[in-house]
């Protein structure tokens, strides 16, 4: 094998039967279900069992996040929906009308991702909405995470179905 055919192998645009893919999906899901609101999950647990300087560090750190986000929805958050819209839309198009597996993948990773924006946006409008304790803003925090693992769920076995099916109509494991 010459090295355009390894590089092509790494790289193929065959993106259900690429390990791969399969991967950059496990990681960007663990990552979602990690950091809730920018947030890390592991300091949720360490206020509620420790307490006191975590659980401040916790309510510095969700307030910085959710101070930052909010920012970034107001000042920008009609661009950054009409940009996401053109993209989704492009692969959309790309993908199922055009039969681009490569588009197909990007959407079944982008399309859940916003719905995790949306769960985060309207989590933290809620922080911000009112005054949380230290058990309250955790709830808040666990619950959200819980949100976002659910849409994960769903997601990881949408795309498990749909790859199955490209896979078996595409002859891969035929």
Sequence with gaps: MDLFAIIVELIDLRSFS????WI??????SSASHWVLGV???MVGRA????????????????????RLLYVADVSGFILTGFMFFVLTSL???GFVYDIEFAQALVLM????????????RAARAIRA????????????VRTRLYVQLVGVVS???TGIWGMIQNLTNGVLG
């Design 130 to 141: 009112r005054e949380h304790d230290d058990h309250a803003l955790r709830r808040r925090l």
């Design 156 to 158: 990881i076995f949408v």
């Design 40 to 42: 890390p999950y592991d």
């Design 18 to 21: 690429n390990l791969w893919y």
């Design 92 to 94: 959309l198009m790309l």
């Design 24 to 29: 950059a999906l496990a990681v960007l899901w």
């Design 48 to 67: 509620a069992r420790v307490g006191g300087q975590s659980a401040q560090d916790l309510r510095d750190l969700v307030r910085i996040q959710v101070n």
């Design 110 to 121: 982008l399309l859940p991702m916003n719905v995790v924006g949306l769960i985060n946006l």
